[in-house]
Nanobody, 115 residues
Framework: QVQLVESGGGLVQPGGSLRLSCAASGIRFGLYVMGWYRQAPGKQREFVASIGPGGTTNYEASVKGRFTISRDNAKNTVYLQMDSLKPEDTAVYYC?????????WGQGTQVTVSS
């Protein structure tokens, strides 16, 4: 049974930082592309960042230079370090695991950036 469990969300002031974690079980974690997506109220879910099995990373333009995705294959965990947070980063953040023939989603964690 595949599980992706996100944690680390919360309320932070503009300019602050948060680190999200996504712990995976039930998959051969090291073979999967791991990604972070977000969905703000009234908007579609959008790509934030991804990291391949070999460590290749990709970022959505608005978060490049502020967010850093990383993975620890020994812990089956992917992270998203979010710095210089802005109110427009407010959303539910979801973890996704993808391989050729399958994809899995976590349940999401709320990030609110507000003073």
């Amino acid at each position: 049974q595949v599980q992706l469990v996100e944690s680390g969300g919360g309320l932070v002031q503009p300019g602050g930082s948060l680190r999200l974690s996504c712990a995976a079980s039930g998959i051969r974690f090291g073979l999967y592309v791991m990604g972070w997506y977000r969905q703000a109220p009234g908007k579609q879910r959008e790509f934030v960042a991804s990291i391949g099995p070999g460590g290749t990373t990709n970022y959505e333009a608005s978060v490049k230079g502020r967010f850093t995705i990383s993975r620890d294959n020994a812990k089956n965990t992917v992270y998203l370090q979010m710095d210089s947070l802005k109110p427009e980063d407010t959303a539910v953040y979801y973890c996704k695991a993808t391989i050729n023939y399958a994809q899995y989603w976590g349940q999401g964690t709320q990030v609110t950036v507000s003073s």
